[in-house]
């Protein structure tokens, strides 16, 4: 999930919790605002408040497959993988061509321990997009899967990127030793 600073999502925050409150009967805008509400809960690492907010995002809009591709993201990072990837595989059946859903399904799929089939959605989602989270994403599939060279390919474009990507730096310090 993307870096923001802290003092930045909480205007976000309060920025998308006004517009539930102003937004008439639309719920597929509502949704989309629970859904940013959700992301910006990962990234603070409140887990468990995106997953109450994904949820509502879901309620609003039950067939936004990116929505319940982040469900199932979220709760494999919570450690029901088994639930998580079954919430995967149902919003790739919906859309097998979202990079947001194919992303979600590299990144579950990569925290269960299924590298070969982390690859294959990551190696899908370059067809259609290629952001650093998605090159970090790969170069962590390749790192796993023992391609130390290829990894560290993903990482470095990643930094051409955002070069002040520490987190990146020391990935690609780490495989030089």
């Known amino acids: 999930f993307a870096s923001f600073s802290s003092g930045s999502d909480d205007l976000s925050r309060e920025t998308f919790t006004r517009a539930i409150e102003n937004v008439d009967e639309d719920k597929l805008r509502i949704a989309v605002y629970w859904m940013?509400?959700?992301?910006?809960?990962?990234?603070?690492?409140?887990?468990?408040?995106?997953?109450?907010?994904?949820?509502t995002a879901r309620q609003n809009d039950p067939s936004n497959g990116v929505v319940l591709a982040r469900l199932g993201l979220l709760n494999s990072m919570l450690g029901d993988l088994r639930l998580g990837l079954e919430q995967i595989n149902l919003a790739i059946a919906q859309d097998p061509v979202s990079p947001d859903i194919l992303h979600s399904a590299a990144r579950a799929y990569?925290?269960?321990g299924q590298y070969e089939e982390a690859r294959e959605f990551a190696t899908t989602i370059f067809e259609y997009r290629s952001t650093i989270d998605d090159l970090e994403l790969a170069g962590d599939i390749y790192f796993a899967l023992k391609y130390p060279e290829d990894a560290r390919a993903f990482w470095?474009?990643?930094?051409?990127?955002?070069?002040?990507?520490?987190?990146?730096?020391?990935?690609?310090?780490?495989?030089?030793?």
């Open 110 to 112: 990569y925290l269960s």
């Open 36 to 55: 940013a509400l959700g992301n910006i809960s990962i990234r603070a690492g409140e887990l468990e408040r995106a997953l109450s907010e994904l949820r």
């Open 156 to 177: 470095m474009q990643a930094l051409e990127i955002d070069p002040d990507r520490i987190d990146l730096v020391e990935k690609v310090q780490l495989l030089a030793q």
